[in-house]
């Protein structure tokens, strides 16, 4: 039998997974999570990460980083995000966690990273590590 994690080992081989942002929220409906990004569920459609990132609008429109892909799992609500950050802004941390928790950790294209922490609607903790360039 294959090892849990053998289906996600495409994070390895996916050159484009530098730029990221994972966030994981515990006691809070999908939907609330839904509308929290500002996502509208009309939207809505089954992708792969790969094919998140051609949906984003292109510069001058956009960044190409304003979709995400939200799902549940386990009781929790995974927000993933190609070369997005929305998941660490310390208001919607604060506004996800109300009911539990509110966890992301993001990545961007320059290797600067950022993790934030949010329990019962207040923030815990948020650091970032930026790479000298």
Known sequence: MPEPWSEYQWVDR???FDAHC???VTGSA???????FAAHRASARRVT????????APS??????DTVQIDVL???????EA??????DKN???????????????????????????????????FRHRLRH
């Open 22 to 24: 994972v966030s994981i």
């Open 92 to 126: 919607r941390a604060r506004m996800l966690s109300a009911g539990g928790l509110h966890v992301a950790t993001y990545r961007s294209v320059n290797a600067d990273m950022q993790v934030t922490y949010a329990r019962a609607g207040a923030l815990v903790r948020s």
């Open 83 to 88: 070369n997005g950050w929305a998941g660490i």
């Open 14 to 16: 996916d050159p484009h």
């Open 60 to 65: 001058p429109q956009g960044w190409g980083n």
């Open 74 to 80: 386990d009781g929790a609500v995974i927000c993933v």
């Open 30 to 36: 999908a939907d609330d999570v839904v509308r929290g």
């Open 49 to 56: 990460f790969a094919e998140q990132r051609g949906m984003g």
